[in-house]
């Protein structure tokens, strides 16, 4: 659950909250990168917050360590990128650098005796099927498109990750992810306390 939670935050802070604007910031500053990964560490923090909330607290350590490795991953790569035609598979190591970054983390903690008070938000908060549908979600709308994008640069070295409006079209993102997120939670709530019934 944890180890779904933390890649969820990684999806959503590479991706979905990852504007074309910021992207370019990072490749001229190391400012850019700065606030990426920071924007990382508040996202992950906001998402494991139940679990830093209900005694630990701890949890933001090993956020700050993902985020520290986070930093310097993207920093390899984007100097990498900047001297290098090749775009996809440099794109590919990156985020699987960052994947083992997190199971790494995660191996220190599987331990853990994870528990949290017995409500109907945390039943809803640890629900597996709603976190990995919406790592899913992200995944499909925003990944794909990072990864196809990279493809393109390979072919043609002055294209760019360009959104018709790049404000409207986060927001839109945000939405749409909020909407569902919301959705699916009260379908899972309305399964859960009808399960008996149905079974």
């Given at each position: 659950?944890?180890?779904?939670?933390?890649?969820?935050?990684?999806?959503?802070?590479?991706?979905?909250?990852?504007?074309?604007?910021?992207?370019?910031?990072?490749?001229?500053?190391?400012?850019?990168?700065?606030?990426?990964?920071?924007?990382?560490?508040?996202?992950?923090?906001?998402?494991?917050?139940?679990?830093?909330?209900?005694?630990?607290?701890?949890?933001?350590?090993?956020?700050?360590?993902?985020?520290?490795?986070?930093?310097w991953?993207?920093?390899?790569?984007?100097?990498?990128?900047?001297?290098?035609?090749?775009?996809?598979?440099?794109?590919?190591?990156?985020q699987m650098?960052?994947?083992?970054?997190?199971?790494?983390?995660?191996?220190?903690?599987?331990?853990?005796?994870?528990?949290?008070?017995?409500?109907?938000?945390?039943?809803?908060?640890?629900?597996?099927?709603?976190?990995?549908?919406?790592?899913?979600?992200?995944?499909?709308?925003?990944?794909?498109?990072?990864?196809?994008?990279?493809?393109?640069?390979?072919?043609?070295?002055?294209?760019?990750?360009?959104?018709?409006?790049?404000?409207?079209?986060?927001?839109?993102?945000?939405?749409?992810?909020?909407?569902l997120?919301?959705?699916?939670?009260?379908?899972?709530?309305?399964?859960?306390?009808?399960?008996?019934?149905?079974?």
């Amino acid at each position: 659950m944890i180890l779904s939670y933390l890649i969820l935050a990684h999806l959503l802070g590479d991706f979905v909250l990852q504007p074309s604007s910021l992207v370019q910031w990072k490749m001229k500053s190391m400012k850019g990168n700065f606030v990426h990964v920071l924007i990382h560490f508040i996202v992950s923090n906001l998402i494991l917050m139940p679990f830093i909330l209900n005694g630990y607290e701890w949890l933001v350590l090993v956020i700050l360590c993902i985020s520290f490795a986070h930093f310097w991953i993207d920093e390899a790569k984007i100097n990498y990128d900047l001297k290098h035609d090749i775009k996809v598979k440099p794109f590919l190591i990156d985020q699987m650098l960052h994947l083992l970054t997190i199971l790494v983390a995660y191996f220190f903690i599987n331990e853990t005796a994870w528990t949290l008070p017995n409500t109907s938000f945390y039943q809803l908060y640890t629900n597996a099927n709603i976190i990995n549908f919406a790592s899913l979600l992200v995944f499909i709308t925003s990944a794909v498109d990072v990864y196809l994008f990279q493809k393109q640069r390979e072919k043609t070295k002055k294209a760019k990750l360009k959104l018709k409006h790049p404000i409207n079209s986060l927001l839109n993102r945000i939405i749409t992810f909020s909407f569902l997120y919301a959705l699916l939670m009260v379908l899972s709530y309305y399964a859960s306390n009808h399960a008996e019934i149905i079974f």
